[in-house]
């Protein structure tokens, strides 16, 4: 049969368990424009630039969340019309937006953007003031991610919410976002900021300040760990389960996990499941706040010290338990209690979170494709450049197994897992099933860790 031309968006994805199914979504409601013929591309951040540099046509929409060095973006613009920045690391956890808005575009990158959507108004305002050069392309949409919080999708989580609490009973999920929660996180991450200081001027004045924070960071988890060692011993409250950030070091937790006997440390999975389980959510200033918000789930702050307090959304929607006394008092009280979903959100929450009747993949997609825009035929590969595909990913693999058998990852940079399992057809099947069942959408496995969707 005819390979047909088509409107082609690439859609990388950085952490496979907070992004990958909003991107999935998305995907799923831009190829729903009656309007447009349109193919998406999903895949690891590697697989999609190795897509672009195989790429010999020019056409087609890149969507990543910022960050990208400029040239990187003008390679990635020789081969295709729009570049577009939609950022999930301007959230309501980030405490200083207005440094992270400059810090996360790399100097002249502004010039090769065409669109920079930002997740509500307090990003909007704060955005067109330190990037001026981007001010008439940035537009409030909310966050695709966000869209996955809402009542209308949590069907999606039920087969799994049942799952957990069958197996678990009822618990209190701790969402861990430290980071830095080991001194060889601390090196890997101070290693990569010095990696790019040629490219990115800004981070030179940072990296002092980013060592300090680093190093407090780390002062606070210690201080979290005495507390956690307190709460295993009780027996008056509820269980609790603490899920690692991806970005975190993992082989620290286990650690800690060996010596707990009450707690658990588990990670696996997209959030969201554990979220919706729970009797209720602990954190630090974490995003998994925001979401436990939107479910009617209490949420508890915990202040190991006023020194380290996060002074963002998540910190003001919250209970501050600011003590052990405190921390046993809201895991006893909140054990009964269902959630209530809120009637509206409150004026602080509206203020930094989009939330409209349409989602909000619905308002990119409608945005992103108003201009008339290149077809291209699929991407197809000869049977050569797909078995080297697979080899690479083999032979990367076995690098990494060969550094855990030798246990030598403290001399090389420890990089986190963001990429768990990597990303097949059978997973994004399941997702658009999950979704909505009887789509008509097809997929297909174009290279290691990249899908087709059409």
Not at 60 to 71: M, P
Not at 204 to 210: F, M, V
Not at 381 to 393: E, I, N, R, V
Not at 409 to 425: D, S, T
Request: charged share 30%.
């Amino acid at each position: 049969m005819m390979e047909k031309k088509k409107i082609h968006i690439y859609l990388p994805v950085e952490i496979k368990t907070r992004e990958l199914i909003p991107k999935v979504i998305l995907s799923k409601i831009i190829l729903e424009n009656k309007k447009k013929n349109i193919r998406c591309y999903i895949g690891s951040k590697t697989s999609i630039l190795r897509l672009m540099s195989l790429k010999k046509t020019y056409g087609g929409i890149f969507i990543y969340k910022g960050g990208l060095t400029t040239d990187r973006i003008k390679k990635i613009k020789k081969n295709v019309e729009k570049f577009i920045i939609l950022d999930e690391e301007l959230g309501p956890a980030t405490e200083d937006l207005k440094k992270q808005i400059r810090l996360r575009m790399f100097d002249g990158a502004e010039k090769y953007i065409d669109r920079y959507y930002v997740i509500g108004k307090t990003v909007y305002n704060l955005s067109r003031k330190i990037l001026p050069k981007l001010k008439s392309k940035i537009k409030i949409t909310g966050w695709p991610r966000v869209d996955m919080w809402r009542p209308e999708s949590k069907h999606m989580y039920v087969d799994s919410v049942k799952e957990l609490r069958k197996r678990y009973g009822k618990f209190i999920l701790f969402s861990s976002d430290f980071g830095y929660n080991s001194i060889d996180r601390i090196d890997a991450a101070l290693k990569q900021y010095k990696s790019f200081q040629s490219e990115w001027k800004l981070l030179k004045k940072e990296l002092p300040n980013e060592t300090v924070r680093a190093k407090n960071v780390f002062l606070e988890y210690q201080k979290f760990i005495k507390l956690i060692y307190e709460l295993d011993k009780r027996t008056d409250i509820p269980q609790i389960i603490i899920r690692p950030h991806p970005a975190e070091d993992i082989q620290e937790w286990k650690k800690v996990a060996k010596s707990l006997k009450r707690i658990k440390v588990i990670y696996k999975g997209e959030v969201s499941p554990w979220i919706y389980a729970s009797s209720g959510v602990l954190h630090r200033g974490c995003t998994s706040a925001a979401q436990a918000y939107m479910a009617g789930i209490k949420i508890g702050y915990i202040v190991s010290d006023n020194k380290f307090i996060r002074n963002s959304l998540p910190y003001k929607m919250s209970k501050h338990l600011c003590n052990l006394k405190q921390i046993v008092e809201f895991c006893i009280n909140i054990n009964a209690k269902k959630p209530i979903i809120p009637k509206k959100y409150t004026d602080i929450f509206k203020d930094f979170i989009h939330v409209e009747a349409k989602f909000a993949s619905e308002i990119v997609a409608e945005d992103m494709l108003k201009s008339d825009l290149v077809s291209e035929l699929p991407c197809r590969y000869s049977k050569t450049q797909s078995l080297l595909d697979f080899l690479k990913l083999i032979i990367n693999k076995l690098k990494i197994y060969t550094r855990i058998y030798l246990n030598q990852h403290k001399l090389e940079e420890l990089k986190p897992n963001k990429m768990f399992g990597g990303i097949v057809k059978k997973e994004i099947i399941d997702i658009l099933n999950n979704y909505e069942t009887g789509h008509k959408l097809k997929v297909r496995q174009i290279l290691t860790n990249c899908i087709e969707i059409e």
